[in-house]
């Protein structure tokens, strides 16, 4: 992901495209809306755009639905091309011992959560809210990066070490959304047409077929409808044909300028579709943030205490055994006091935190959940911005400053030379 337009000359459009200020201002727009004129807000998300609201199950003609199980679906699927790419030689999964730290710390900002939001239902009798538990593994990586340049500077190896672990984060989100939030029972049977949609894109790359919107309208239509059928979450349901997409052999990493001049499938795909993703997640925070101020519980609490503390302890704690116990090294210039930093960085949930709360708490559909369990996981989502100021005071009370930047025009995020023209995948 470039997070970069083509366009060199930096102006207020750009800017507004560049730091999730669509989505925030989604989310504003849905708070006021929604304590000001609460039945006005309802009609206009969840009432039919057309025809009848079908009662029961999931309306699929309502704008709730058009922007979470449809529009979302460009935006996981950007996030899995970064997963994906991390995979390739230089990207930061494909070295697995320079790897191996940001993920065991990874693997320590899902499992504190989880302990500490499953150990507050333990105490204070939440079943209601058990299935929540997910909601604060989530990592906002866009907001999380804007916070890491503003605390380490765009130089410092602590952001590749946030990126990867938020990466690492986001590949274990969607398996936690496909396996442990579907919307009924799942019918293995439509399965097979994923299975279909990921051949169909491996024969077309066969083909040399270039253009990204022919696997979009092919396999891809046919993945998400496959999805949608199975009852697994179709807002998935464009992830598993990105390893079909035409690719270039290695990654230069994320928000690489030398990204844009890469015009091979895949990234033309991420190219064209960035600006209007930003788009989508602002309808996706005006559709999903109407909460209620006064909408809090125990939810609430939950995730922002699995975020808040489970986040920053979790990622701390197995870096210090990764050194301790594995005896692997960490990246120079990061000391505990960057980790417990990046912790706190990784605890804004945000995006993907809100996303979590509509699939754990759905109010349709065998499932059900209850407005106000629903408004109360939401809250804690939103709460989670607060990470933003408590990782700022953080730092500058142990006294972390800010990097020189690196060029990254020239270099990619290894320090070697980037190459504009890569072969690509046949």
Not at 191 to 218: D, E, N, Q, V
Not at 385 to 409: M, N, R
Request: proline share 6%; aromatic share 12%.
């Amino acid at each position: 992901m470039s997070g970069h337009s083509h366009n060199t000359k930096r102006g207020p459009i750009r800017w507004l495209f560049e730091n999730s200020a669509f989505l925030i201002a989604g989310a504003i727009a849905a708070l006021v809306w929604a304590n000001v004129d609460n039945t006005s807000y309802e009609s206009f998300v969840h009432g039919a755009l057309w025809g009848e609201k079908a009662e029961g199950g999931h309306p699929h003609n309502t704008l709730a639905f058009i922007v979470n199980d449809i529009l979302m679906a460009f935006f996981f699927a950007i996030a899995g091309k970064e997963v994906w790419e991390s995979l390739l030689p230089g990207g930061s999964l494909a070295n697995p011992k320079k790897a191996a730290v940001p993920l065991l710390a990874t693997a320590g900002g899902m499992f504190g959560p989880i302990a500490v939001y499953m150990g507050g239902v333990f105490l204070f009798n939440g079943a209601d809210v058990t299935n929540g538990w997910a909601i604060p593994c989530a990592t906002d990586i866009a907001f999380s990066y804007m916070v890491a340049r503003i605390i380490f500077g765009p130089g410092h190896p602590a952001i590749a070490f946030l990126l990867l672990l938020a990466i690492a984060d986001d590949a274990c989100g969607l398996i936690i959304l496909a396996v442990f939030y579907p919307a009924a029972p799942i019918a293995p049977q439509w399965l097979l047409l994923t299975a279909a949609a990921i051949a169909t894109g491996f024969i077309m790359r066969k083909m040399k077929i270039k253009s990204h919107w022919a696997y979009l309208l092919i396999p891809g239509t046919m993945s998400w409808c496959s999805f949608y059928f199975a009852h697994l979450h179709p807002a998935l349901g464009l992830v598993p044909i990105i390893p079909c997409f035409p690719h270039a052999h290695t990654d230069l990493g994320m928000f690489v300028k030398n990204e844009l001049k890469r015009d091979d499938p895949l990234n033309a795909f991420e190219h064209w579709w960035k600006n209007p993703v930003e788009l989508f997640l602002g309808l996706f925070g005006l559709c999903n943030a109407g909460v209620a101020f006064g909408s809090f519980g125990l939810a609430t609490y939950l995730v922002l205490a699995g975020l808040l503390i489970g986040k920053p302890v979790g990622i701390t704690l197995c870096t210090l055994i990764a050194e301790k116990v594995f005896k692997l090294e960490l990246p120079k210039h990061i000391g505990y006091r960057e980790i417990v930093s990046i912790g706190f960085i990784a605890a804004i949930g945000f995006t993907v935190a809100l996303f979590v709360s509509t699939a754990a708490f759905p109010l349709t559909g065998a499932n059900a959940a209850s407005k106000e369990v629903l408004d109360a996981a939401k809250m804690g989502a939103l709460l989670s911005f607060s990470a933003v100021i408590i990782s700022i005071v953080y730092s500058k009370i142990v006294g972390i400053k800010p990097l020189k930047p690196v060029d990254d025009s020239t270099e990619d995020k290894n320090g070697h030379e980037a190459h504009a023209e890569e072969s690509v995948t046949a």
